[in-house]
């Protein structure tokens, strides 16, 4: 199934659904986003439906499997059916973990999602990609299930707090190397609104192409498995960790002009000037390497898959062994503590 992305008014959130096809719709709403918007979204012009509202608590808190069958009790005890719809508003974290409801309750319900964080209208609410966490890591258990809608409102990036959205331009620096048209419009630096379509429209285009992600969709990757480790390591926001994960992977594999882009961009997205993490520290091979093997213990592999870009829009997957990796950051750790841009 390939999912409609359309863009629309706050105040239009009520009417789409109220054009949903079902007489019940589960509602899955991030409490910080609730707690500003919930004089637009007005609940009682839902009109011949019954609506079951659940407020998750905000961010990544939700992923858990102990709300997971809280929530899921909640909508079983209220009664609903296979024709339900579920709709979930808030950011990547809401959209993971309602997804995740969509694909399991009654054995799966069709859902939307309306992304509330820049993070999740570029990136988390495309594909069908949703999970919650595990003591054991990050997305563990999961599964794909499409969205049948996403409506995107850039309004909402009004109240996004900055760390948030530099954590989204993050992704949008992302989609820059893979994709020259996005790369063209961030450097003319067209209107946020043309930038969000492009880069969904594009994973979309992708994830219709390999939707499990065994081809082309894992570019989409680039800068993610250092970007993880950096995130875990660091505690960092996502979309930030994989900025830094992009410039690494550059740095130790790339080339000059894969740096000189990523701080042409970084400034075209007037992404905060910012040292690395790692800046005048000791360069944390060891807590990457053992990040990295705890990704190898789930693959079963002694080599992961790194997402290089030779020129904007041609990007490929190469294969590196651990052995690899590690001695290309032995040699570059004393020059990786002064790198900066
Ligand atoms: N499924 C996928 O393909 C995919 C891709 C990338 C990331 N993700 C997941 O997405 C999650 C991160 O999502 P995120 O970056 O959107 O963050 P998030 O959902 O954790 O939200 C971040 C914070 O912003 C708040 N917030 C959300 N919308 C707001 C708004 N409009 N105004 C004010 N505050 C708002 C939230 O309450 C939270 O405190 C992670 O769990 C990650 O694993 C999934």
Redesign the pocket.
């Given at each position: 199934m390939k999912t409609k992305i359309e863009n629309i008014e706050l105040e239009s959130i009520v009417d789409v659904i109220n054009n949903l096809d079902t007489d019940t719709v589960l509602l899955v709403v991030?409490?910080?986003?609730w707690s500003?918007?919930s004089k637009e979204l007005i609940l009682e012009k839902i009109e011949n439906k019954k609506v079951i509202f659940w407020k998750?608590?905000?961010?990544?808190?939700?992923?858990n499997i102990t709300d997971f069958q809280n929530a899921v009790e909640f909508f079983l005890e209220k009664g609903i059916h296979r024709n339900a719809h579920l709709v979930a508003i808030?950011?990547?974290?809401?959209?993971?973990?309602a997804?995740f409801i969509a694909a399991t309750i009654l054995r799966g319900i069709s859902w939307s999602i309306v992304?509330?964080?820049?993070?999740?209208m570029v990136?988390?609410?495309?594909?069908?990609?949703?999970?919650i966490?595990s003591k054991s890591g990050?997305?563990l258990i999961?599964a794909y299930h499409m969205p049948t809608n996403v409506w995107i409102c850039s309004k909402?990036?009004?109240?996004?707090?900055e760390t948030?959205k530099n954590?989204?331009m993050g992704?949008v620096l992302k989609y820059c190397f893979l994709d020259y048209s996005i790369y063209d419009l961030v450097i003319k630096k067209a209107p946020i609104e043309q930038i969000i379509d492009a880069c969904a429209q594009f994973?979309q285009k992708l994830t219709d192409e390999d939707f499990k992600e065994t081809g082309i969709r894992r570019i989409?990757n680039l800068g993610h498995s250092f970007g993880h480790a950096l995130e875990f390591i660091y505690n960092l926001?996502?979309?930030e960790a994989v900025m830094w994960g992009m410039a690494l992977v550059f740095k130790v594999f790339g080339t000059e002009k894969n740096i000189n882009d990523i701080i042409a961009l970084k400034n075209a997205l007037n992404i905060p000037g910012k040292n690395p993490p790692w800046f005048n520290k000791e360069f944390p091979i060891d807590k990457i390497m053992t990040y990295l093997s705890k990704d190898k213990k789930i693959s079963a592999l002694s080599s992961i898959d790194l997402v290089l870009v030779q020129d904007i829009g041609n990007a490929q997957v190469e294969r590196k062994t651990f052995e690899e990796i590690q001695a290309v950051l032995e040699t570059n750790k004393d020059e990786l503590k002064k790198f900066t841009f």
């Amino acid at each position: 199934m390939k999912t409609k992305i359309e863009n629309i008014e706050l105040e239009s959130i009520v009417d789409v659904i109220n054009n949903l096809d079902t007489d019940t719709v589960l509602l899955v709403v991030d409490h910080v986003v609730w707690s500003h918007y919930s004089k637009e979204l007005i609940l009682e012009k839902i009109e011949n439906k019954k609506v079951i509202f659940w407020k998750a608590p905000d961010g990544e808190k939700v992923k858990n499997i102990t709300d997971f069958q809280n929530a899921v009790e909640f909508f079983l005890e209220k009664g609903i059916h296979r024709n339900a719809h579920l709709v979930a508003i808030g950011g990547g974290a809401v959209s993971d973990f309602a997804g995740f409801i969509a694909a399991t309750i009654l054995r799966g319900i069709s859902w939307s999602i309306v992304p509330t964080t820049l993070l999740s209208m570029v990136d988390a609410s495309i594909g069908g990609k949703v999970a919650i966490n595990s003591k054991s890591g990050k997305n563990l258990i999961g599964a794909y299930h499409m969205p049948t809608n996403v409506w995107i409102c850039s309004k909402f990036i009004d109240t996004l707090p900055e760390t948030e959205k530099n954590s989204g331009m993050g992704e949008v620096l992302k989609y820059c190397f893979l994709d020259y048209s996005i790369y063209d419009l961030v450097i003319k630096k067209a209107p946020i609104e043309q930038i969000i379509d492009a880069c969904a429209q594009f994973k979309q285009k992708l994830t219709d192409e390999d939707f499990k992600e065994t081809g082309i969709r894992r570019i989409l990757n680039l800068g993610h498995s250092f970007g993880h480790a950096l995130e875990f390591i660091y505690n960092l926001p996502h979309g930030e960790a994989v900025m830094w994960g992009m410039a690494l992977v550059f740095k130790v594999f790339g080339t000059e002009k894969n740096i000189n882009d990523i701080i042409a961009l970084k400034n075209a997205l007037n992404i905060p000037g910012k040292n690395p993490p790692w800046f005048n520290k000791e360069f944390p091979i060891d807590k990457i390497m053992t990040y990295l093997s705890k990704d190898k213990k789930i693959s079963a592999l002694s080599s992961i898959d790194l997402v290089l870009v030779q020129d904007i829009g041609n990007a490929q997957v190469e294969r590196k062994t651990f052995e690899e990796i590690q001695a290309v950051l032995e040699t570059n750790k004393d020059e990786l503590k002064k790198f900066t841009f």
